[in-house]
């Protein structure tokens, strides 16, 4: 028997999860896709999918297993649940920022989140700006938090600077 991870994710699209998991797994440096299943006859009254049509697609980021599922166009994505993206660096944040903004949504970029083309909402954090906004002097972290909040992507050096000068 396999082993299985306790808690995975599973997102449901309408007909796009190999498209996504392939999309996904060409962002991510350590990223795989595994097994695909595949609508047959059976059930077709229910899911109304053509029969060898791609039903869910298993793959990996980062370590982090998801399951993409094509479910039909009944349920869509929300903002409500996001993915945080822990950055190390500007130069990470620039580079996950430029590819999950690809043909994504505009209007759904402010303090670091944004929307990608599938609908899929994402954080893209850099670690330090955690620390910044977390920092004991109180006067500090609400300034550097005055300067995040109109960010779309986040600008590390701006936050740093606002910091230093307290």
């Not at 449901?12 to 498209?19: I, K, P, S």
Request: charge should be negative.
């Amino acid at each position: 028997m396999a082993s299985v991870q306790k808690i995975s994710t599973c997102l449901w699209f309408d007909t796009e999860a190999l498209e996504a998991a392939q999309f996904y797994t060409a962002i991510f440096k350590k990223a795989s896709i595994g097994r695909i299943t595949r609508y047959g006859k059976e059930g077709f009254e229910y899911h109304q999918k053509p029969e060898g049509s791609v039903m869910t697609v298993e793959f990996t980021l980062d370590g982090t297993p998801f399951l993409a599922l094509n479910g039909g166009s009944i349920f869509k994505f929300s903002e409500a649940i996001s993915f945080i993206i822990h950055c190390s660096d500007q130069d990470e944040v620039d580079y996950f920022w430029e590819k999950l903004t690809e043909e994504g949504d505009p209007a759904a970029q402010q303090c670091g989140w944004l929307k990608d083309k599938y609908g899929v909402s994402w954080q893209v954090i850099p670690v330090e700006m955690v620390d910044l906004l977390n920092d004991p002097d109180n006067e500090k972290s609400q300034k550097v938090m005055a300067a995040m909040l109109p960010m779309k992507k986040i600008d590390l050096a701006t936050l740093k600077e606002v910091y230093v000068r307290g």
